[in-house]
């Protein structure tokens, strides 16, 4: 990590069009004095697109990853609208969407949600189509048919969770989902349902429990009918691995748990989660290299509400010095494993902090849509977004186009003085004529 030079990095220090004088005219970088370094494998590598983002500054997504110079390729969406958002934003938030799909070549893993309210679920397939459709198969990776199903047994009636799993809902719409985009021209589309790390630690190689999550049978429907255009998607957290545990003998620091969590090596947390993935869909489907995504990876600054009281009370494991730490090593990573194939793609968590049932999560990059400031930044950086533009843009190009009109016309004048001053355009002297005479010597013509 390293201090930002002015020029080195303007693009990150200029990220802010409103500081450019270029509101309304998207967002390059957001502001920040910490450089991380380029994104290695950054065509393999995504972020995900929060309701923050969505609802309120859809036209605000950067086109470089914070803290970094390197673009954004791919995004990942939890829906295309939300029901209680109303329609006045909804055609200027997708129209926004398509304009940055077009400009900065992005494609999107579309989502389509499976909830216990079928009827909101119709809902937002119909607009998952209308988004797809817009933007096209050229920028759309993927759809994701449900995400993170297996945690509705612990929030959710039972009814609902039995509906989804023991009779075969999630199937049935999984199908009926890739059927319409098939229909859409999308068939060359990969297609997936988001898990948890959770299903890889209670029954092998999946858990398939009635009444909580039947993954095993799911992998079994979808493979056999889609082959390998169905993609295995998990989630992972080290943030939230319950494994960590504060120092021996101190209630408030946690260097070593930090140590584990916030790595990218190969005895990291994250990274041994994504590993014992890879094992298990190998186990499934006999394949070493089934194309494996990772749909969520990220780190809470501040602290989440949901991460264990004792893991809260250790100030340095949420704080955004350990945020930094995390999100570096993400950027370097290079999505290999020392001994077996790497995920394929991966979606950093996320854009802009965001609300998540009613609670705000800390997870973003940026604090929210009303600043153009990074999370990631030193102690003393002051946004200079905050102070009014000097002068606006379209006169500073007016200026430079009167310097520029300036100086040609007296590089003219110049020119001109000079002619003048030698009493005109130099002569121009004829090429000489040779001679040879009878000898058969050359000698010297003389007009």
Not at 86 to 93: K, L, N
Not at 334 to 352: A, C, N, S, V, W
Request: net charge negative; glycine share 8%.
């Amino acid at each position: 990590m390293r201090r930002l030079t002015w020029v080195a990095h303007a693009s990150l220090l200029f990220g802010s069009a409103k500081a450019m004088g270029l509101e309304g005219r998207g967002m390059l970088q957001c502001n920040s004095d910490m450089y991380l370094g380029r994104v290695r494998n950054s065509s393999s590598k995504g972020i995900t697109v929060d309701d923050t983002t969505l609802r309120f500054c859809a036209g605000r997504i950067p086109d470089l990853w914070p803290n970094s110079v390197s673009q954004i390729q791919t995004l990942r969406m939890f829906r295309a609208w939300a029901p209680h958002w109303g329609d006045d934003q909804r055609e200027e938030a997708w129209d926004n969407l398509v304009s940055y799909a077009s400009q900065n070549g992005v494609r999107f893993l579309m989502a389509a949600p499976v909830t216990c309210d079928k009827d909101a679920d119709a809902q937002d397939w119909e607009w998952t189509k209308a988004l797809m459709k817009r933007l096209g198969p050229k920028h759309v990776m993927g759809l994701a048919v449900g995400n993170e199903l297996e945690l509705l047994a612990s929030s959710s009636p039972i009814t609902c969770v039995q509906d989804i799993w023991d009779h075969g809902r999630l199937w049935d719409v999984f199908q009926r989902r890739v059927a319409d985009i098939d229909e859409m021209g999308f068939s060359e589309v990969p297609i997936t349902t988001v898990f948890t790390a959770q299903i890889l630690y209670d029954g092998y190689p999946f858990t398939n429990i009635p009444g909580r999550v039947l993954a095993n049978d799911f992998f079994a429907n979808t493979t056999k009918k889609y082959g390998r255009r169905y993609t295995f998607t998990f989630n992972v957290y080290p943030y939230f691995d319950p494994s960590l545990k504060l120092d021996p003998e101190s209630k408030h620091e946690c260097g070593y748990a930090i140590s584990k969590a916030a790595c990218w090596g190969p005895h990291c947390l994250g990274v041994e989660a994504m590993k014992l993935a890879r094992k298990r869909i190998e186990a499934f489907t006999k394949n070493s290299d089934d194309r494996m995504w990772i749909g969520e990876v990220g780190w809470s600054s501040p602290a989440a509400i949901t991460l264990r009281p004792d893991m809260q009370a250790c100030n340095d494991f949420s704080s955004v010095r350990t945020l930094a730490e995390f999100y570096q090593g993400f950027l370097k990573w290079d999505l290999e494993f020392q001994d077996m194939k790497g995920p394929d793609h991966i979606f950093y968590f996320t854009m802009r902090n965001a609300l998540n049932f009613g609670v705000e999560e800390s997870f973003g990059l940026i604090r929210n849509c009303e600043i153009d400031e990074c999370k990631i930044k030193s102690e003393n950086f002051t946004e200079f977004e905050a102070l009014p533009p000097p002068i606006e843009a379209r006169w500073l190009q007016l200026g430079f186009g009167v310097i520029a009109g300036s100086v040609a016309v007296m590089t003219a004048l110049v020119a001109l003085y000079v002619c003048a001053s030698r009493g005109g355009p130099p002569p121009v002297r004829k090429p000489q004529k040779a001679a040879t005479d009878s000898s058969g010597e050359d000698e010297e013509g003389v007009e």
